[in-house]
C-alpha cells in the first residue's frame, strides 16, 4: 500500500467516522466501523466494550510489544458550528466535521500504520493497534479496561494531534471539590459565620500560591478555582460555600503530593474527586526519541490531557493536527497533515529497536 492510497483510504474511513455520532459512553456505531474495516483487510480483529483492537498477525512471544492508541469518541459539538458537525465536508485540503482533529486523524492514520506493518514477519517488535473509547472523560471502560487485557507493553504512541511533534512530557490532572463550613445567621445582624468568606480567604491563597518545584519541560503545576456555589437567599449568611479546583500538575509531583499541599494550607475541607491522572515523562534518551529527532521532528511537554495518563509504561504523545483546534466549532483537519501522519508514523517504525523489560 503506498502512502497514496493509506492516505485516501484513511480519509474515507474519517467521513465514516464523522457521519456517526460517538459521544464518550456512546461509541457503538464508529465501534462497528472500525471492527468492519479491520476484519474486511484480513485482521485478527478484537472487541472489548467499545474498544476495538488487534495483534500483527506474525506475534512473536519474546519480543517487546508496542502499543498504538487513539481514541474514537468525541465531546458534544461546541456552539457556533456554522455548518453541520455530523456531515463531513472537504474545502481545498481541509476536511471539517466533529473529531476530524481530535482525534479522527491521529486515529486513522495509526490504524494504516498498523495495516503497513500488519503482515510484515521480520518486526523487532511485536504491535498492538487499539482504537479506544470514553478518553474525553478518561472513563473506565476506555483504554483502562482494555490494558490489562494486552499484557506487558513497552512503549505506547498515543495518537493525539500534535502537529508531528513530539509530546515526551503531559501534564497531570486532579479536580478538587473544597467545600467551607460556616455558621448560618440572618444578614441584617452580625451574626454566624459566612461560608462565603472563609471559602474566599482559601481561594485567595490558591490564587496566590506558587508550587516551587518548576518543570523545565511542563512549566509549573497550575491550581485554578474554577466554580464556586453559596447561599440560598439574600438575607441569609451561607453556613456552606462549595468550590472546585482545577489542578494541571508537573512530573515533579504527584497528584497526591500536589494535594497534600492545597490541603495543608486551607482551612476548607478538600476531596480529590481521583489521584489516577498523573504526569507522565518519556526520557529524552529513549529510542524512540533519539528516531525522532533523527527524522528532523522536535519535543515539547504538552499540558493537555490525554489517555497517557492511564499507562504505567514509556509513552510518546504524537500525531497529526493541531490540539488548538479541538473541541471547537466548525473543526477541521487538513487532509495533508494525515498523509504526514501516516508518513511519519511508518518512518518512526522502521528500524525502531526497544528493549524487553
Same mark, same amino acid.
Given at each position: 500500500m503506498t502512502i497514496d492510497s493509506a492516505t485516501q483510504s484513511?480519509?474515507? %474511513? #474519517?467521513?465514516q467516522l464523522i457521519g456517526t455520532p460517538?459521544?464518550? =459512553?456512546?461509541?457503538?456505531?464508529?465501534a462497528a466501523i472500525l471492527f468492519a474495516i479491520l476484519k474486511d483487510r484480513g485482521v485478527a480483529v478484537q472487541q472489548n466494550g467499545n474498544n476495538v483492537w488487534? =495483534?500483527?498477525?506474525h506475534w512473536q512471544d519474546g #519480543?517487546?510489544?508496542? #502499543? #498504538?492508541n487513539s481514541?474514537?469518541?468525541t465531546v458534544k459539538p461546541a456552539s457556533g458550528y456554522s455548518r453541520d458537525p455530523f456531515v463531513p465536508e472537504v474545502e481545498d485540503d481541509q476536511l471539517f466535521g466533529l473529531g476530524s482533529n481530535d482525534a479522527g486523524g491521529p486515529l486513522v492514520s495509526l490504524l494504516f500504520t498498523f495495516l503497513h506493518f500488519y503482515y510484515r514477519d521480520d518486526l523487532p517488535y511485536n504491535l498492538i493497534l487499539a482504537a479506544t473509547a470514553e478518553e474525553e472523560i478518561s472513563g473506565a471502560n476506555g483504554i483502562a479496561s482494555l490494558l490489562p487485557e494486552l499484557g506487558e507493553i513497552q512503549l505506547g504512541i498515543? &495518537?493525539?494531534? +500534535?502537529?508531528?511533534?513530539?509530546?515526551?512530557?503531559e501534564k497531570g490532572l486532579m479536580v478538587i471539590d473544597g467545600e467551607a463550613i460556616g455558621k448560618s445567621g440572618h444578614a441584617a445582624r452580625d451574626e454566624g459565620i459566612n461560608a462565603l468568606y472563609l471559602a474566599l480567604e482559601d481561594i485567595n491563597w490558591i490564587r496566590n500560591f506558587q508550587f516551587p518545584e518548576v518543570s523545565p519541560m511542563l512549566g509549573?503545576?497550575?491550581?485554578?478555582?474554577?466554580?464556586?456555589?453559596a447561599g440560598t437567599q439574600h438575607n441569609v449568611v451561607p453556613d456552606r460555600c462549595d468550590f472546585v479546583i482545577d489542578v494541571r500538575t508537573n512530573e515533579l509531583y504527584s497528584n497526591w503530593d500536589a494535594f497534600t499541599i492545597l490541603q495543608s494550607n486551607t482551612k476548607s475541607i478538600l476531596k480529590a474527586r481521583s489521584y489516577r491522572l498523573n504526569s507522565s515523562r518519556l526520557e529524552e534518551d529513549h529510542p524512540i526519541v533519539q528516531r525522532g529527532r533523527s527524522l528532523? %521532528? +522536535? +519535543?515539547? &511537554?504538552?499540558?493537555? %490531557?490525554?489517555?497517557?495518563?492511564?499507562?504505567a509504561f514509556p509513552t510518546l504523545k504524537i500525531g497529526p493536527g493541531d490540539s488548538a483546534r479541538s473541541h471547537t466549532a466548525d473543526e477541521y483537519i487538513r487532509i495533508s497533515e494525515i498523509r504526514e501522519g501516516i508518513a511519519l508514523y511508518i518512518q518512526l517504525m522502521e528500524g525502531l529497536k526497544i528493549e524487553q523489560a
Open positions: 484513511a480519509v474515507e %474511513l #474519517l467521513h460517538s459521544f464518550s =459512553r456512546e461509541e457503538e456505531g464508529t488487534a =495483534r500483527n498477525k #519480543l517487546p510489544v508496542i #502499543l #498504538l481514541h474514537h469518541d498515543v &495518537g493525539e494531534p +500534535t502537529q508531528m511533534q513530539m509530546a515526551i512530557a509549573p503545576v497550575k491550581a485554578t478555582v474554577t466554580q464556586i456555589k528532523g %521532528l +522536535t +519535543t515539547f &511537554g504538552s499540558p493537555t %490531557l490525554s489517555d497517557q495518563a492511564l499507562m
